[in-house]
């Protein structure tokens, strides 16, 4: 474990200062860049019944007392996603939230518990229109930051061209060998068939591994150190087993609307064309909360008035993007607490 150096000492905060200024300076280009497309900022609110319910996110919990001195568990958001829906659904249709959010379990170069999410969302649009916002705010990062390409421990992206788009089974075949595709029979994988194949990729899985789990084996091992390189890449379509919040591509029954984006080998930001089908929805917590219940030994509550709103949200593209990251990558940073005024944990 690496000594701690309090970031309040003038020596470390005068070598952080200048990725600081440069994060003023690039949330102020994006917030500038969102006014003139027409988004109005939104400020969502930190406390929720629920923290989200996928898998692999741990929550901050923490205990409401009322006047009476009655208790409620409530938790630290882990995106502001079910907040902003609400909104959509009482008739918002360009809404952007640069919000503070909480994940426990992580803490890596490119993790800390607590961090700075941008979420926006298009009313009554496609997922394709957020391809083409991200390749503009990532032009618009660099700009901001002074900087003319990204980059990230000796990685490099040119944030002024056009992203490479590929789909997830196109990254499977090409980097793995794998035909994903062939493994899937509509929301469920074939754990045997994904298995068989990433063996003969070379790939080690454990007996108990899930088709989920040898998925995403796949990418950490195989895909993703090819992702970003150059340029940005957007990884799209992704298998029904992985959806999470993303509705079915129209026509298909084997992969959703949903998209990735790296740079530099790094994960910026994850994009839905938005399910609003509520029973399929409740259906997908129950599953992922059985499985955090199987892994984790514990389950969060299912927001009851984020289902009631989805039964009215109209149709809706919205993405989730690391700022913090993104800020990395613009001025050079290889650590995320270079880029955070205040680090949860000391540097």
């Known amino acids: 474990m690496r ?41 969502t609110a930190t406390l929720q019944v629920s923290p989200g319910n996928e898998t692999h996110l741990h929550a901050f919990a923490t205990d409401l007392v009322g006047p009476g001195g009655e208790h409620e568990t409530l938790y630290l958001r882990t995106s ?25 379990r992580e803490r890596t170069a490119l993790h800390h518990p607590e961090f700075t999410m941008l979420e926006w969302y298009r009313a009554n649009e496609s997922y394709e229109t957020l391809m083409d916002d991200c390749a503009a705010l990532l032009a618009e990062a660099a700009r901001a930051a002074g900087a003319t390409q990204l980059t990230y421990r000796g990685k490099t992206a040119d944030p002024f061209a056009a992203p490479e788009r590929i789909t997830v089974a196109e990254a499977f075949d090409r980097y793995a060998g794998v035909d994903l595709l062939a493994t899937i029979t509509g929301a469920q994988g074939d754990r045997d068939a994904l298995a068989a194949a990433t063996v003969a990729a070379g790939i080690q899985i454990a007996d108990d591994d899930t088709w989920g789990d040898i998925f995403s084996r796949v990418i950490v091992e195989k895909v993703d150190p090819h992702l970003g390189m150059g340029r940005a890449t957007i990884l799209y379509e992704y298998p029904l087993p992985q959806a ?104």
Request: glycine share 8%; proline share 5%.
């Open 3 to 43: 000594e701690s150096i309090p970031f309040w000492l003038p020596g470390p905060h005068a070598a952080r200062r200048p990725y600081l200024a440069a994060r003023g300076r690039i949330a102020a280009a994006l917030r500038g860049w969102f006014a003139g497309s027409g988004f109005i900022e939104v400020e």
């Open 80 to 104: 502001p996603e079910f907040a902003c829906k609400k909104l959509l659904a009482a008739g918002e249709t360009r809404i952007f939230d640069f919000a503070r959010v909480f994940r426990n």
């Open 244 to 347: 999470a919040l993303a509705r079915a591509k129209p026509g298909g029954d084997k992969v959703a609307e949903r998209f990735e984006i790296y740079a530099c080998g790094v994960e910026l930001g994850n994009a839905f064309g938005e399910l609003t089908d509520v029973a399929e929805q409740r259906t997908r917590f129950a599953e992922a909360m059985a499985e955090k219940q199987r892994l984790y030994g514990e389950r969060y509550p299912v927001d009851e008035d984020f289902l009631a709103a989805l039964a009215q949200m109209p149709q809706a593209a919205g993405i989730a993007l690391g700022f913090d990251r993104l800020v990395m990558l613009a001025t050079g940073a290889s650590r995320i607490d270079q880029v955070i005024w205040t680090p949860v944990v000391d540097l």
